[in-house]
């Protein structure tokens, strides 16, 4: 289990949190049970306690719960493995796989996002580091970053030192943001990204067009992908909005030189329309890559690298 001081501290604060807030709500209720302020007091107890359960969970389950899954990013046209990018699931042995959708949110409230975002990035390296000694080395790596991990001073350090002690080459990975991480302190994410720019590592910039979608990022950074969100990629075959959207920042992209990437690809009828706009304009509107449960689910490092290898033969 990964431990430091923040995490003591969370744990601490979680647990005592925890023991107030259903002390009070307990007592406030048995000393007078008709008060309707009481009343409401306990069910807001009631409210908070699986917030506050829920970081004692998360914590614990950075021992042995928390697992790291892999989905590749294939080119549209010839379904070449572009990079895998890292998926993170909770296994929680009473509920099963939780998607990291579900309780990231909370971690990221308490500060959890930080320890848990270190650790997807050392264990991914890891894993990558794997790949190599097996004979698979030239497959890049693309991880999420949490916001306040993105955040941290010592953010840029970190990446580095990872890679140095997993002996792998900056070329190889990719840091997945999003617009909001960005906005939320220019000057330091413009930093960051430039410093780590210069070790050869690349910034993929996801859920693009629910943000602030602003143009300005692609002069101030060097980001040469962007990921339309899975809200665009939906009702692409059948939603006239979502498919002038879909098309306008797929030429914008192709006309800056900038990779884009379909994610969400759920049916055949999603797939063959991205491919009907390369085929059926002139200019021809190129997605370069495409993601989603169609094209293929998200395994396992062990069965990732079999995938790979069998793949590429």
């Given at each position: ?144 970053i949490p916001s306040k991990q993105f ?154 690298l079999r995938f790979l290898l069998r793949?590429?033969?």
């Open positions: 289990m990964i431990v430091s001081p923040t995490i003591v501290l969370i744990l601490f604060l979680s647990s005592v949190a925890f023991a107030i807030t259903l002390f009070l709500g307990i007592y406030v209720l048995k000393t007078n049970p008709g008060n309707v302020v009481n009343r409401l007091y306990f069910l807001i107890t009631l409210f908070l306690l699986p917030w506050c359960l829920g970081e004692m969970f998360m914590i614990t389950a950075l021992d042995n719960e928390f697992e790291i899954y892999y989905q590749p990013v294939f080119e549209l046209n010839n379904k070449n493995v572009l990079w895998v990018e890292a998926i993170l699931r909770w296994h929680r042995p009473e509920r099963g796989i939780i998607s990291a959708e579900t309780f990231m949110s909370v971690a990221e409230q308490s500060g959890l996002s930080i320890p848990i975002g270190e650790w997807m990035l050392q264990t991914a390296c890891r894993d990558m580091r794997g790949w190599k000694n097996s004979g698979f080395s030239y497959i890049p790596l693309a991880v999420s955040m941290q001073p010592n953010f840029v350090e970190n990446v580095e030192k990872t890679l140095n002690e997993k002996d792998l080459e900056p070329r190889n990975l990719k840091i997945e943001i999003n617009e909001s991480m960005v906005t939320s302190n220019i000057d330091r994410s413009v930093d960051f990204i430039n410093s780590l720019h210069k070790l050869d590592v690349q910034f993929v910039l996801s859920e693009f067009g629910t943000g602030y979608s602003s143009l300005i990022w692609f002069k101030l950074l060097p980001i040469k992908i962007i990921k339309l969100s899975p809200l665009f990629i939906k009702n692409i075959q059948s939603d006239p909005y979502d498919i002038t959207i879909v098309k306008s920042i797929i030429m914008m992209a192709n006309t800056l030189g900038i990779q884009v990437v379909a994610e969400g690809i759920e049916n055949k009828e999603q797939l063959d329309f991205l491919k009907s706009l390369e085929e059926g304009t002139i200019p021809p509107i190129k997605c370069d890559g495409v993601q989603g449960h169609f094209l293929c689910e998200p395994m396992k490092s062990e069965d990732i793949h590429s033969s």
